[in-house]
C-alpha cells in the first residue's frame, strides 16, 4: 500500500488553505476599494439632486421691467428681470445702500432668478402689476455654502464676511428653501454650475444609443448568420472571421478618428450630432453583436436543424425560422453588453465633435448635441467648485444606466439558461 508522507500532506493542506486565504484577501481588497470609489461618488454628489432657493416679494412694475401692453410672448421675452429681482433683496437689507455693497449683496442670486421671473409671467401675464412672492435660485457660491461644501474660512473662502452674514440672515428669517432640482434632470448645460442639468446630455446619449442598435443590430445579425450559416471555409471567410475578432479589441479612439476621416471630411455629415455619433459606435459595437449572434447560432441544438430539414423546410427557412429566433436571447444579451459599453465611450464621441457647449436639449438626431460621457469630462475640467457635485452625480446617473442594462442582459441569460434546462 502507498504512504504519503504527513510532512508533505500537512504542506499540501496549508498550500490549499493559503490559497484560499489569498482568494479572500483579493476579494475584500476589490470590495474595498469598490465600497471607498461607490462611497466618494456618492457623497461628492448627493447634493446635486437639491437646490437652495431664495423667497423674494417681487413687485412686477411694468416700467421697471421693460415691458408694455399687450403682454404678448414676444413682449415678455424681451423684457429686463434682473433689476425687479435685486431691487426686492435689496429692501430686505434697507441699511446696505453703498454701491460696492449692494453689487456684493446682488452676487447671492443666481442668473437664473430673472429667468424664473420671465417664465412665471409667461404662464401668468395677469400678476403684471402686482406684488408675489416667487422662490428663485441663488448663485452657485452660496449654494454651495449652504450644503457645506464651501469652506467659511482659509484660502478657498470666495465669499466676503459681510456676504456671509446677510445670508445667514435669509437663513435665519426663513428665507431660504432646500428642495429637489428637477433642472437638473430636465435642463441643459450651463455655464453657471447651479442652473447646469444633464437634460441634453441624457437626450444626446439616447439619440446616439438609438442610431447604434438600428445601424449595429440588424448588420451584425446579417453578418453573423451568413458566416456561420451559410459562407463557405475559405481563405477570406478565415481573414474576415480574424478582421471581426481583431476590430472587438481595437481601442475606441480609432473608430473615433474612422468617423472624423470619413464621416465628417469625405461625406460631410453634420458634426457634433448624436447621427454621427451612433454611427461611429455603430461601428465599435458591430463586432460584439456579431460574435456573440454567432456564438449563440453555434450553441443551437443540431436536432433543431436536423428536425426542421427533416420536415421539409429549406436552408433559408431552418435559419430564420428555427435557429435564429432560437439564438436571438443570447444575441439580445450580447447586444445590450455592446449597447451598454457603447453608452460610456468619450473618445470616439470627442473625434467626431460632440464636447461643444450645448445649452439647449436636442429635439432630433440632427441636432448639436454632447453625451452623458462627454458632459462629465467637461464638468470635470471646470474650476467652478459647483461642477464638482454635478460631475460625481452625472456619474452616479451614467452607473445607474449601465447598472440597468447589464441587470436586463441578466435577466435574459438566466431566463434562456431556465428555458433550456
Known amino acids: 500500500m502507498l504512504q504519503l508522507d504527513p510532512k508533505k500532506l500537512r504542506k499540501r493542506a496549508w498550500a490549499e488553505r493559503r490559497f484560499r486565504l489569498y482568494g479572500i484577501l483579493a476579494l475584500l481588497f476589490a470590495g474595498s476599494m469598490l465600497t471607498l470609489l ?31 401692453a399687450p403682454y404678448t410672448k414676444d413682449n415678455l421675452m424681451h423684457g ?21 455693497e449692494r453689487r456684493a449683496l446682488a452676487a447671492i442670486l443666481s442668473p437664473g432668478a430673472e429667468i424664473e421671473l420671465r417664465d412665471h409671467l409667461l404662464r401668468n401675464p395677469d400678476e403684471i402689476g402686482k406684488t408675489i412672492t416667487l422662490i428663485v435660485p441663488v448663485s ?10 464651501l469652506p467659511r474660512t482659509g484660502e478657498h473662502t470666495r465669499l466676503t464676511r459681510a456676504q456671509m452674514t446677510w445670508f445667514d440672515t435669509l437663513v435665519a428669517e426663513g428665507g431660504i428653501h432646500y428642495s429637489f432640482n428637477p433642472g437638473f434632470f430636465l435642463g441643459g448645460d450651463s455655464r453657471y454650475p447651479e442652473l447646469a442639468g444633464i437634460g441634453g446630455a441624457v437626450a444626446g446619449s439616447f439619440y446616439a444609443l438609438m442610431v447604434c442598435f438600428l445601424l449595429s443590430f440588424p448588420l451584425g445579425i446579417a453578418a453573423a448568420v451568413y458566416l456561420e450559416e451559410f459562407s463557405k471555409d475559405t481563405r477570406l471567410t ?38 454621427v455619433g451612433g454611427m461611429v459606435l455603430a461601428l ?9 449572434c454567432r456564438s449563440s447560432l453555434r450553441a443551437v441544438s443540431p436536432g433543431i436543424r436536423q428536425g426542421a430539414l427533416a420536415m421539409g423546410a429549406s436552408p433559408i427557412q431552418v435559419t430564420f425560422h428555427q435557429v435564429l429566433p432560437a439564438a436571438m436571447p443570447g444575441t439580445l444579451t450580447g447586444t445590450i453588453i455592446g449597447l451598454a459599453q457603447a453608452l460610456g465611450e468619450t473618445a470616439p464621441l470627442l473625434m467626431i465633435g460632440m ?54 442582459a441578466v435577466i435574459i441569460r438566466s431566463k434562456t439558461q431556465t428555458k433550456v434546462e
Open 238 to 275: 478565415r481573414i474576415i472571421e480574424a478582421n471581426i475578432n481583431n476590430l472587438a479589441a481595437v481601442p475606441s479612439v480609432i473608430f473615433g478618428l474612422l468617423g472624423l476621416a470619413v464621416l465628417l471630411n469625405f461625406f460631410g455629415l453634420p458634426r457634433g450630432t448624436p447621427l
Open 38 to 68: 461607490v462611497s466618494t461618488i456618492v457623497s461628492s454628489g448627493h447634493s446635486a439632486f437639491f437646490s437652495t432657493m431664495l423667497s423674494l416679494e417681487l413687485e412686477l412694475d411694468p416700467e421697471t421691467m421693460g415691458i408694455s
Open 355 to 408: 464636447v461643444a457647449f450645448i445649452a439647449n436639449v436636442p429635439a432630433t438626431p440632427l441636432d448639436s448635441a454632447a453625451a452623458l460621457p462627454v458632459q462629465i469630462y467637461l464638468w470635470a475640467e471646470s474650476a467652478e467648485r459647483g461642477f464638482v457635485e454635478k460631475t460625481a452625480a452625472a456619474i452616479m446617473v451614467i452607473m445607474t444606466f449601465l447598472i440597468l442594462m447589464n441587470l436586463i
Open 80 to 100: 429686463s428681470y434682473y433689476t425687479t429681482v435685486k431691487k426686492s433683496l435689496y429692501r430686505q437689507f434697507p441699511e446696505v445702500t453703498g454701491r460696492g
Open 284 to 292: 465599435m459595437t458591430l463586432p460584439t453583436i456579431i460574435i456573440a
Open 140 to 149: 452657485s457660491d452660496f449654494d454651495q455654502l449652504y450644503k457645506g461644501n
